[in-house]
């Protein structure tokens, strides 16, 4: 199973920062945070991922505790287009490769 | 460049038919995986590939298999569909581990 508890819903306000937390607390020094996020019924689209330095990018900022026990997806000015699914994954190593684990995810709703 | 594809979009099998899914990317990606996603829920993981000729198990493989003849195509077969196999498919592939994955816009199956 995913080793991430997120909330099962949240709203933000069109044009306000939309601030999606994530607990890990059974994080292993050696494993990443992956964000992704799924409209409708599309393909998952990728958006950050980092392991313990806050990351930015073109669509959002990755934020990590220094302890790394969770961290939280911002998107700076959220758009209507931004309701969507939200996963926030720990990358599980096993053997020479490691595999991304799907949670439940985040549901945002964007509002006008 | 066209990314990850997926054939056929919609299918509607009968129970204990097989049948083919393809996946093929034109990024000369290494990784390769096969997802499902049931109503409502996250990806499960099913078999995934880290080159040519090489591939294995996820954590939902029963009623599947794979090949990974070549680096563009992961083909996921079904034998003897039943309906617990009616899901939406997703294949995904990433250049390297680290790497976000690029996902393919899914198969929605029906088992009936």
């Known amino acids: 199973d995913a080793k991430t508890t997120q909330p099962t819903s949240m709203d933000c306000a069109e044009g306000r920062a939309a601030n999606l937390p994530c607990n890990h607390s059974t994080i292993s020094g050696n494993e990443y945070v992956y964000w992704y996020r799924q409209i409708h019924s599309q393909g998952p689209q990728y958006i950050i991922h980092?392991?313990?330095n806050n990351e930015t990018n073109e669509m959002a900022s990755l934020i990590i505790t220094e302890d790394r026990k969770s961290s939280t997806l911002i998107l700076p000015h959220a758009t209507l287009r931004d309701t969507a699914v939200y996963y926030c994954i720990v990358r599980v190593t096993s053997g020479n490769t490691g595999k991304l684990i799907f949670g439940q995810g985040t549901t945002l709703q964007v509002k006008p | 460049n066209a990314g990850v594809t997926q054939t056929p979009k919609f299918r509607i099998l009968k129970i204990g038919q097989s049948m083919t899914l393809q996946c093929t990317q034109d990024?000369?990606?290494?990784?390769m995986y096969w997802y499902r996603q049931d109503p409502g829920m996250g990806l499960k993981l099913i078999y995934y590939s880290v080159g040519a000729g090489i591939t294995d198990k996820g954590e939902v493989p029963n009623g599947y298999n794979v090949s990974r003849s070549t680096t563009e195509d992961f083909p996921l077969r079904l034998e003897l569909a039943a309906p617990s196999q009616t899901s939406v498919y997703f294949c995904?592939?990433?250049?390297?581990?680290?790497?976000?994955?690029?996902f393919g816009s899914g198969t929605r199956l029906t088992v009936v």
């Open positions: 995904a592939s990433s250049y390297r581990e680290l790497y976000g994955y690029t």
């Open positions: 980092g392991l313990k």
């Open positions: 990024m000369n990606h290494n990784y």
